[in-house]
Nanobody, 120 residues
Framework: QVQLVESGGGLVQPGGSLRLSCAAS????????MGWYRQAPGKERELVAI???????DYADSVKGRFAISRDNARNTVYLQMNTLKPEDTAVYYC??????????????WGQGTQVTVSS
C-alpha cells in the first residue's frame, strides 16, 4: 500500500499564492506519475497538473501560466505552486500517484484531499 499525505491548503485572497505538498510512503519501488486533481462543489474531479517520470508535465488550460508542478524524487514528494489564485480555483485538491510497489505490482493511490479556498 502507498499512502499519500497532503498539506498546504487554506484560505487565500484572490491574487495570492499557496504551495501544496504531497508525500508518498510505503513499499514503493518506483513512482511513475504524480499529479494533482481538484473537485469543486457540484462538479466532477478534474486534472490540474501532472508530472510523468519526473520529466514531462501537463496542466489544465485553466491553470497554465499560474500553477507549477514539481517533484523531489528522493523524497517521493510532489508540489503544486499556485500563483495568481482566482475564486474559481476554490476546490478540494487531491494528490494522486502511480507506479510500482516493491513487489512489482502496480499501484495508484489518492490522498485525502486538502481544501483550497480563494475568497476576499
Amino acid at each position: 500500500q502507498v499512502q499519500l499525505v497532503e498539506s498546504g491548503g487554506g484560505l487565500v485572497q484572490p491574487g495570492g499564492s499557496l504551495r501544496l505538498s504531497c508525500a508518498a510512503s510505503g513499499s514503493i519501488f518506483r513512482i511513475d506519475t504524480m499529479g494533482w486533481y481538484r473537485q469543486a462543489p457540484g462538479k466532477e474531479r478534474e486534472l490540474v497538473a501532472i508530472s510523468i517520470s519526473g520529466t514531462i508535465t501537463d496542466y489544465a488550460d485553466s491553470v497554465k501560466g499560474r500553477f507549477a508542478i514539481s517533484r523531489d524524487n528522493a523524497r517521493n514528494t510532489v508540489y503544486l505552486q499556485m500563483n495568481t489564485l482566482k475564486p474559481e480555483d476554490t476546490a478540494v485538491y487531491y494528490c494522486n500517484a502511480g507506479g510500482l510497489l516493491a513487489t512489482r505490482a502496480t499501484f495508484r493511490s489518492w490522498g485525502q484531499g486538502t481544501q483550497v479556498t480563494v475568497s476576499s
